[in-house]
């Protein structure tokens, strides 16, 4: 008989704790796809797809927190994950859902940073990088022209892109690939993971996100089921 995999007993013992104590203790199917591949190899492109609410930015997240649990450095080299989203709401509700699990248990800091966000908050991002920031295409751009978060940026290791279907065929889309292209251009190893639900155009979207790079695909299929029951009335027509 197969035995059932559980990809959070992969992970680094510290957060595998913690994610349980929050009440993950099931993997869903993406998280059991995609945290095993992450882990053997984080310096990959990937697309991970699968439908809303299924778990993709733990999937995404969870691999690359325990791989720098194990290297035992935290916060030492400046931002090492940029987390982007296209919509501000989806900023915060990232930023509130991690911000526990990564400051105040893991020692992780983190920041989010969008249009709205003061200048004495920008101005402690500079003087202070986060290890993980969230933001959104257009403030990429923006920070990218300061000189000392782009200091902060030399050493950055992973982009997360959520909701990338949302904006692989606009000029956001265009924008957030030329200030990835910029990112690269700071730090050349950098390695993109992009979130994605169902969509038919796969490849033409990982090699749109990673400039032609290319990388994996790791893809779910839920099936849907649906119970239809039928009311008929009973119609009395003279």
Not at 207 to 225: A, D, Q
Request: proline content about 6%; hydrophobic content about 40%; glycine content about 6%.
């Amino acid at each position: 008989m197969r035995t059932l995999v559980n990809a959070f007993d992969l992970l680094h013992p510290k957060l595998r704790k913690l994610i349980r104590e929050l009440g993950y203790n099931t993997p869903t199917d993406i998280q059991n796809k995609a945290i095993p591949k992450i882990l053997k190899d984080d310096n990959k492109n990937y697309l991970l797809i699968a439908p809303t609410g299924t778990g993709k930015t733990e999937a995404a997240l969870f691999p690359l927190l325990s791989k720098k649990l194990e290297e035992k450095e935290i916060d030492a080299s400046g931002i090492q994950i940029i987390y982007i989203t296209p919509l501000r709401s989806l900023n915060r509700d990232i930023f509130r859902r991690f911000l526990p699990l990564l400051a105040s248990k893991l020692g992780f800091s983190i920041e989010i940073r969008h249009s709205d966000t003061p200048p004495s908050r920008r101005e402690k991002q500079a003087r202070r990088p986060p290890f993980l920031l969230i933001t959104t295409p257009e403030t990429l751009q923006a920070i990218l022209c300061g000189p000392r978060i782009r200091k902060a940026l030399k050493n950055l290791r992973w982009v997360i892109v959520d909701e990338v279907h949302a904006i692989a065929d606009n000029k956001r889309g265009c924008q957030l690939t030329i200030g990835l292209e910029r990112l690269r251009e700071l730090s050349p190893d950098i390695s993109i993971i992009a979130l994605s639900a169902t969509i038919s155009n796969e490849h033409e979207v990982l090699n749109f996100v990673t400039g032609g790079r290319g990388g994996e695909i790791i893809k779910v299929n839920y099936e849907k089921m649906f119970d239809v029951k039928i009311d008929a009335v009973d119609m009395d027509i003279k």
